[in-house]
């Protein structure tokens, strides 16, 4: 009988737990993820114009996103503390969407996605935060691991 | 001449900063948002099936979401620090999908929608995090604020 | 019929939740609790001998139970974030126990005896962290509320 | 003549210090702790009780015991902070007790006996959270470490 | 005969607290400090020059100081939590110094001295970060407070 | 043509980032610095004076200064998050100053300037805010790294 497939962070109980990695390797990984937000015309109109500059707008999605990562183990209940050896968050503007792209390196004994795409959500509403004011209707319209490398189950890449 | 709309977290040069709310009434304010987190029918028929309990998988993500709440203010580089009087976060299987509500009050001089926002964006990562052993593919596929009452700016919902 | 006594944090549906405490009256609260560190004879003896100072034994136990009390809406899931007013940790040497009061005041919507309770634990934890090279078997033998006072259900206090 | 035991977090001084580890093993160590919360005998009961599912008064307890492992070096101010790779907490009704059992595991140059014990007191305090609208005198009758593995100084276990 | 000043911080047996301001009025108040961090001339030009945009040197060390305002009663021990009203961090480049000024208000019943001095600190450090692999003997040469005002102790500024 | 510094945690477009650090080696590195606190000649005949044990407020110091040093990566946006093996901090009253010397260790792919750095700073912040009663014109003199050693760039020290 083939077994079923299991809830990793789940016990036998059904109980929260954090997985056991001791036995793991440690091995250099890699993880992006992809978070776009949707805002108006208006809104992205008013981020392109040379009126004001706008740059921390841009900034301040981006070091939320780096510090999010940073403090993912810290969020995710579940999720192991890793020394991550490099972030990075780009925000771009594209049309009347905001596309926020995640990067994280670790050598350790677990993937980053989680840190990847923990960063990617938060720096989105760091975005949102950013232009409420002008925007409310704002929103996140994804949030999603894109790519995964390193560790046991080697190279992943989601098929868009 | 219309006066051009302002990123209110940004100063005359364009730089970051708290906004000052000193002078803003003191009132209740509550705000609500919508999470959904796309699963695969594999995935969902399991969080659905009775051989193991699964109960802390939703746990999970409705304890992750209330701390989050509590913690948007360290999130969120330029959210003010709230005294918050009451979270929920609610977690149902619908179809494919995951929902989770979040409402969030305080009696305080500014909203609390970055904290609903916030808080339905993290429960949504805690909830891939249980999930993503058996569903690589899960992603948030929306997080959005869905009503804000309190405060001079009155009542607002989202038009859906 | 009676009403069946309800775990407060809990919906009816059994959902963890931050209770609403929007409609309660600001008062001044204040509560107190004790935590009990048991020692041996020769960690006892130690901590009295003037050989060397012991000094920063005590206050690394002090200053964790009063950062402990600042950080109690991050440790207990469902706590409201309060803004405390005031915070003693007194840590004394009897017998061969280390005995340590804490005292935490708000003037607020809700009590502080989970911030005095969670105060007194941690800095047990840190006095334990401190003898633990001379006393493995040293360990936690009491914490509990001792004293609240303020908000609508009056002074109580524990009796012994 | 023999040498005055030392109080290892203390310099020739007297003062609080991070203890240099930097020359000892990386190596696997595991420490685990219990904590124990007396109740009264009618909440005992109302948690037994199938009117009202209960379930998340025990997974915040769990939830809130791992992510105080993770934050140890936060709370407890002259700890290690260390990559931990496992971590359980187990809440348990046995009469008129609820025994916490946690374990933690990390592949490290210093152990994790202050993980073990500062999950189980702030899973302890989280639980006395959630029944304390039912029982005000709950409390935590003990707390310590159980058992050591790992290191030069080898396994270790309480005799009780 | 006059009563010595005393160290309001610490008790009559000289421990650690923090102070109970209870019973102080709820007032508007606000504070601004200074912080100066010396960099070299090579430095300072290549922070002038057009080639490569360097807003986000600025851009960090701004964001890190306001969320330090924030983090203030997680990094100074003593200090009570409190409910910031606003915060700015403005960064300037004045020669071969970069001048950090932050201005913090709160609506509360003690003062925002202590943030208003850690944001500039803490700022100083995070600008630090960004310039040290091209100045590596940049330093802070002063952290201060400038301004204070609200609370019974009324206005006061540095004479300088 | 000589090629132009690079602020190192700036991308190509000037974008933060949390530089990556994977492929360097694991070594020991260590890291000291120096932050001086000014006080006036009353405070420091205070804290000289034998009537009240003045030692929480050295000890308060001291323990903001090792607790700041295990916060550095959430406190400095782009620093990584190191597992340090050691922190130890100094703080002595020199006349009418204060000196607080950092010295922090790791076994890792970076450097630890940043933490002996900030916790120079905070360490600073919080010496401040124990004599701040007595006098308002405490300040920061001084804040800099003093030696570095480890990692491919060697030993170096600051020439005073």
Do not use: Y
Not at 51 to 66: E, L, M, N, Q, T
Not at 85 to 100: A, D, K, N, P
Not at 141 to 154: F, L, P, Q, Y
């Amino acid at each position: 009988m083939a077994e079923e497939p299991q809830l990793t962070h789940l016990s036998e109980r059904g109980e929260a737990r954090m997985v056991d990695v001791s036995d793991k390797q440690v091995t250099a990984r890699r993880a992006s993820a992809l978070g776009v937000v949707a805002i108006s015309a208006e809104c992205a109109a008013l981020l392109r114009s040379g009126g004001v500059p706008k740059g921390d707008a841009f900034s301040v999605a981006r070091i939320a996103g780096i510090m999010a990562a940073k403090n993912t183990a810290q969020l995710i209940p579940l999720c192991h503390p890793l020394p991550l050896t490099g972030t990075t968050v780009e925000v771009e503007l594209v049309g009347e969407t905001v596309e926020i792209r995640t990067s994280v390196k670790t050598t350790s004994r677990t993937g980053v996605e989680m840190e990847a795409l923990t960063a990617a959500a938060v720096a989105c509403c760091a975005f949102i935060d950013m232009v409420k004011g002008v925007d409310r209707l704002a929103r996140i319209e994804r949030v999603e691991v894109v790519t995964k490398s390193g560790g046991r189950s080697g190279d992943w890449s989601r098929q868009t």
